[in-house]
């Protein structure tokens, strides 16, 4: 396997990626939009891993970050959920330079919301229609995904002080430290908004739901999920700890498994 | 699912963090941080496993160590929220 390609794309070459191409003929491609914040972090090697795999099995594979985050252009507290939309788009643009097969999304948390809402119609003349979905762990409302995100600062301050010193309230600062990250006032009010389920999300190309948990049964707002869109999907689970929560080695072959086996069978 | 509290505790906890070891294994006063090596993204997980089992949300004042060393006293802490 080569080394991934490391590219710039989007408005003013603002955004960073990694491409991951097979080295031998193509089946088509897909790209990675990452969590927010620490998850992104956990996460980075697990992603890296997936794309060389589907690479090894004929995907072109684009990893990047979001403005504001990573290695891309922007200040931390320059990110939002809807600027991060937009660098979805990018990046499927750009991957579409590459691929001559479908062009799909594989999203984990707050990277699979994202996917999921570039799927959706657009008035765009361009041809920007997505192939497929592979969503990870969606993060399905963003008021509770916000919530967790302070409760794990407390948790934290509490381990490193004996008790909490924050609220959970969060703080009423124009910047936000949400877990360490800082966020504009106006990117943690995008973030709260987003709800999966409301409006029901439709037109959907074939798409892969999977939680990643301990246990087989998917959660109530994953099976919320699946069962609220057009057409509906099928949520799976996969046992699998939550490695975008972890720090460490993590078993991820049975996502890993689960989500190339689905690729296989995608024509 | 086991009826007592801290039977119900100690199955979430090995479920949750993934632990090699049995539910029974682990003691009531067992300091769970130090014989679990439990960081504060495993604590993260016992905090949010206690609130979906027990239909409870913990206060910001009550995020104290001392309250989730052991299954002791958690226990307390899940009996005081919900009697």
Known sequence: ?267 | MPEKIEDKIKEMIVERLFLSVSPEDIADDDNLMEKYEIDSVRLFEIVIGLEEIFDISFEDDEFNVEAFQTVTSISDLVRSKTQ
Not at chain 1, 79 to 91: G, I, K, Y
């Open chain 1, 1 to 267: 396997m080569t080394s991934p390609a490391i590219i710039r794309f989007g408005p003013e070459d603002c955004c960073h990626g990694a491409l991951h191409l097979p080295a031998g003929g193509q089946r088509g491609g897909f790209v990675i939009c990452p969590p927010f914040g620490e998850e992104a972090k956990c996460a980075y090697r697990t992603l890296y891993e997936i794309a060389d795999l589907a690479a090894a099995r004929g995907w072109a594979v684009l990893r990047f970050d979001y403005f504001g985050t990573g290695n891309s252009s922007g200040g931390f507290d320059s990110f939002a959920p809807s600027r991060a939309l937009e660098d979805v788009r990018a990046a499927l643009a750009r991957l579409r330079r590459e691929c001559s097969g479908p062009v799909g999304a594989l999203g984990l948390g707050l990277g699979a919301a994202l996917a999921l809402d570039a799927a959706q119609p657009s008035e765009s003349a361009a041809d920007d229609s997505i192939g497929f979905l592979i969503l990870w762990q969606p993060l399905i409302n963003g008021g509770e995904f916000y919530k967790l995100n302070i409760k794990r600062q407390l948790v934290r301050q509490m381990l490193t002080h004996g008790k909490a010193r924050g609220s959970s309230e969060g703080s009423p600062a124009d910047i936000i430290d949400l877990d360490g990250y800082a966020l504009s006032k106006a990117a943690a009010n995008e973030l709260k908004a987003i709800n999966l389920l409301d409006p029901p999300r439709t037109d959907l190309p074939p798409t892969l739901l999977l939680q990643a948990s301990f246990t087989a049964t998917p959660a109530s707002d994953i099976q919320a999920l699946a069962a609220s869109t057009s057409p509906p999907l099928e949520a799976g689970s996969v046992i699998c700890e939550p490695f975008w929560k972890r720090i460490g080695f993590v078993d991820t072959s049975n996502i890993f498994n689960s989500t190339l086996d689905w690729l296989d069978k995608l024509e």
